[in-house]
C-alpha cells in the first residue's frame, strides 16, 4: 500500500503564480529568479514563524509557480506573503496570482461588509485573483461556474470587467499598507545567556531560532526526554559556561518564550536567582531556547527524514521526472547545456533553497557548524547590544481594543447602509411615505403598512416580496367546499340528537339521511337550502356560545366612536342581533397597536420595533389620552 500523503496543517497559506501566455521550463525558471531577485531586498533579513516564502516550478497542465507557507501563531507571516504577492504582481504585470489558506479565500472574508451579495463561499472558487496590484473577481454574470482555465483567459481579455470595487480594494490593502515596515517592527532583539554550542549555531544561522522556539513550543512528554539530558548541546552539564548573545525573532516567538514556565533541567548551569534579576532573566530565556534546540535536534535525528537526499538531489531528480533533459544521453554536448543552465538556477536561487532545506533538515547543518572550532572567548569580546522594549507584550489590550473598535465602527456603517437600504425598499413596497413629520402622522397609515406588510412572502432573510411572484388568486370551489362543510356538520348533528334523544325527531332524522342517499330530487333541493341554513345555524352555535361573555365588548363595530365605546360598555345590550354589526378591522389592529405602544412608556418593547422595521415613526405619548382621534 502506497504511503499517504501526510495532511498539511491549517495555518498554512496557498499561493500560484500564471503567467499570461505558456511558458516553457526555462523561460518559467527564468520568472522565477527575476520574481526572487525582486523579493530578496525585502526577505533577506526576515525571521519566519515556521518556514520563510518560497517558490517552486510546477509542469502540470497550466505551468506556473507555487508554493506555500505555515504560518503558525504568527498571522503577520501570512499577510505580509499577501504584501509579496501583491508586490509580485505589480512589478510583472503579466501574472495573475491566486492565495487562500485553510479558511479558503480569506481576502474576501476580509473585505465581507462590501462584497455583492451573490458571491459567497459556495461559488467563489476560481474567482478572485491579483493582478497588476489590485484585486480581481470574475462576474458571476460572465461565467456563472468559472473553471481555472476560464477565469485566467477572462482575466487576460477583460481585466477592466473583473477589477474589484473600491471598497474591496481598500478593505484588503488597509492589511497591507503598512508592510514591509511592519514586518520589520515585528522582530524582537533580546539578550540571552546560552551554551557556547547554542549561541554558535546562532551565530552561524539566525534563522534556526524559529526551529528552537517550535520544539519549545510543542513540546510532549517524549521530547522532553531530550531535554533532561542535554546530551548535544550542553556536553559539560553544569560546567558548562553560558555566553551572552543578541537573538533576533518574531514578537510571536518571544511571547511563546516569555508566556510559558518551564523548569530547568537539573543538568542544567541556571545562575542563582537570588543574585542579578535582569541576568536570571537572560538565563532562564536562554535555557527555553538550549532545550528547544536539543528536542528539535533528536526529534528529527530519529524520524530520519534527512538521510533522504539534500534539496539539490531532489531537485534534479524533479528534472529527470519533469523530461527537462528531453530523453538525451548522458554526456552529451545538449544534456551538459541543459545541466549548466539547471546548476546555474540553482546556484542563483540557493539563498531561499538553502533557507528552506536548512529548516527541514536542520540536523545536518547543525553538526555542519558544531564541528567547526569555537569556543566561549569567540563570544566574550563582542559588544551585546540592550534587549529591546517588550512593554507591546503587556499592552495589548490597547491594540485589541482600537481594532474591535474600527471593527465596530465599520459594522455600524454597513448596518446603517443596510438599513437604508431596507427602508428605501420597504417605503416603495408599501406604498405611504413614512418620512413625515410627526404632526402629519396620520393612524391609518399603520393599516396600510400591516396589510402591506402580511401580504409579502416570508423567507429565511423576513418578510420580502419576490421579484418574479405568482400573482394567480387561489383556485377554491366555494360552492364544493361549503357542501362538504355542510355534510360534515349534519353528520355531527344527527350523531348528536341519536345519543341525547331516541324519540321520532330520531328516527326522522335516519330517514331524511336514507332518501338523501337514495340521490332523489328531495336531496337536491336538501343541498340546495342547506347552504343557508348551514350558515344560520352555525352563527347561532357561535353567538350562543358567546353571549355569556365579554369579548364583543373587546371589539370596535363600524359607526362607532371607540372611546364611546370604551367608556360606555357596560351599558351595552344583552341581545345579540343588535350589537350584530360589521368589526372596524383597521380600526381595531390601530387601537391595539396604540394601546400596546403606549404601554412601553416609551421603552423599546414589540410594537415599536415591529413598526419600526416597516418604517412607522410613532409619535411620543406625552400627554396621553390627548392624541389625535381615531
Not at 517592527?185 to 549555531?201: E, L
Amino acid at each position: 500500500m502506497a504511503a499517504t500523503r501526510p495532511r498539511l496543517p491549517d495555518d498554512t497559506v496557498f499561493y500560484s503564480i500564471y503567467p499570461d501566455s505558456t511558458p516553457s521550463t526555462s523561460s518559467l525558471q527564468s520568472l522565477h529568479l527575476q520574481i526572487l531577485d525582486h523579493l530578496s531586498p525585502l526577505i533577506s533579513d526576515c525571521i519566519w514563524q515556521h518556514e520563510p516564502f518560497n517558490l517552486s516550478l510546477s509542469t502540470t497542465a497550466i505551468p506556473h509557480l507555487h508554493g506555500h507557507l505555515r504560518f503558525g501563531d504568527n498571522l503577520e507571516d501570512e499577510w505580509f506573503t499577501v504584501f509579496l504577492l501583491f508586490e509580485i504582481s505589480r512589478a510583472f504585470p503579466a501574472l495573475s496570482i491566486r492565495v487562500w489558506d485553510s479558511d479558503g479565500e480569506f481576502l474576501l472574508i476580509e473585505a465581507a461588509f462590501h462584497l455583492p451579495r451573490w458571491l459567497n463561499p459556495d461559488n467563489s472558487e476560481n474567482r478572485l485573483f491579483i493582478r497588476r496590484g489590485d484585486l480581481h473577481i470574475i462576474p458571476k454574470t460572465s461565467l456563472p461556474n468559472p473553471t481555472l482555465v476560464d477565469s485566467l483567459k477572462f482575466l487576460i481579455n477583460n481585466e477592466n470587467e473583473s477589477r474589484a470595487s473600491e471598497a474591496i480594494q481598500n478593505a484588503v490593502k488597509s492589511k497591507i499598507a503598512d508592510y514591509p515596515h511592519r514586518a520589520k517592527r515585528n522582530m524582537h532583539n533580546v539578550r540571552v545567556r546560552v551554551p557556547v554550542s547554542v549561541a554558535q549555531v546562532l551565530k552561524h544561522e539566525p534563522c534556526l531560532i524559529s526551529l528552537a522556539v517550535e520544539g519549545f513550543y510543542d513540546r510532549d512528554i517524549d521530547t522532553m526526554k531530550y531535554a533532561a539530558k542535554m546530551e548535544r548541546f550542553l556536553s559539560k552539564g553544569k560546567e558548562e559556561e553560558l555566553v551572552l548573545v543578541n537573538v533576533k525573532m518574531s514578537r510571536a516567538m518571544y511571547a511563546q518564550l516569555m508566556q510559558q514556565t518551564f523548569q530547568a533541567p537539573k543538568c542544567y548551569p541556571m545562575p542563582s536567582r537570588s543574585g542579578d534579576a535582569a541576568g536570571y532573566l537572560e538565563a532562564e530565556l536562554g535555557m527555553k531556547i538550549a532545550c528547544g534546540f536539543e528536542m528539535v535536534y533528536w526529534q528529527r535525528k530519529k524520524e530520519g527524514d534527512e538521510g533522504k537526499g539534500s534539496m539539490r538531489s531532489k531537485y534534479f531528480e524533479s528534472l529527470e521526472k519533469s523530461g527537462y533533459f528531453e530523453g538525451l544521453i548522458p554526456g552529451s554536448k545538449e544534456y551538459k547545456r541543459l545541466m549548466e543552465n539547471a546548476e546555474e538556477y540553482y546556484r542563483k536561487s540557493n539563498l531561499f533553497v538553502r533557507t528552506s532545506e536548512m529548516l527541514s533538515a536542520p540536523v545536518r547543518r547543525i553538526d555542519e557548524i558544531l564541528a567547526l572550532p569555537h569556543s566561549a572567548n569567540d563570544f566574550r569580546s563582542q559588544e551585546v547590544p540592550p534587549s529591546d522594549d517588550d512593554s507591546w507584550l503587556y499592552s495589548g489590550e490597547d491594540e485589541l481594543n482600537s481594532t474591535l473598535q474600527e471593527r465596530e465602527k465599520e459594522l455600524e456603517l454597513y448596518n446603517s447602509k443596510l438599513n437604508s437600504k431596507q427602508k428605501s425598499k420597504e417605503s416603495q413596497d408599501s406604498g405611504p411615505s413614512f418620512s413625515k413629520d410627526i404632526d402629519d402622522f396620520d393612524p391609518r397609515d399603520i393599516a396600510k403598512t400591516m396589510l402591506a406588510f402580511v401580504r409579502k412572502v416570508s423567507s429565511y432573510k423576513g418578510a420580502e416580496v419576490p421579484e418574479n411572484r405568482n400573482l394567480e388568486e387561489v383556485d377554491l370551489d366555494v360552492d364544493r367546499f361549503m357542501k362538504d362543510m355542510e355534510s360534515v356538520m349534519k353528520d355531527q348533528g344527527c350523531q348528536d340528537i341519536a345519543d341525547n334523544d331516541d324519540s321520532e325527531e330520531g328516527s326522522s332524522s335516519d330517514m331524511d339521511f336514507d332518501e338523501f342517499e337514495d340521490g332523489s330530487d328531495v336531496a337536491e333541493e336538501d343541498n340546495n337550502d342547506g347552504e343557508n341554513t348551514f350558515m344560520s345555524s352555525y352563527s347561532d352555535a357561535l353567538n350562543s356560545e358567546l353571549r355569556n361573555t365579554s369579548l364583543k365588548k373587546s371589539f370596535i363595530h363600524a359607526n362607532e366612536e371607540p372611546f364611546k365605546k370604551s367608556e360606555g360598555a357596560s351599558n351595552a345590550t344583552d341581545g345579540m342581533d343588535e350589537d350584530f354589526t360589521p368589526v372596524d378591522v383597521d380600526l381595531n389592529l390601530v387601537k391595539n397597536l396604540l394601546d400596546s405602544f403606549s404601554s412601553q412608556q416609551g421603552l423599546p418593547g414589540p410594537t415599536s420595533n415591529l413598526l419600526g422595521l416597516m418604517g412607522v415613526k410613532l409619535p411620543k405619548d406625552d400627554d396621553k389620552g390627548k392624541g389625535k382621534s381615531l
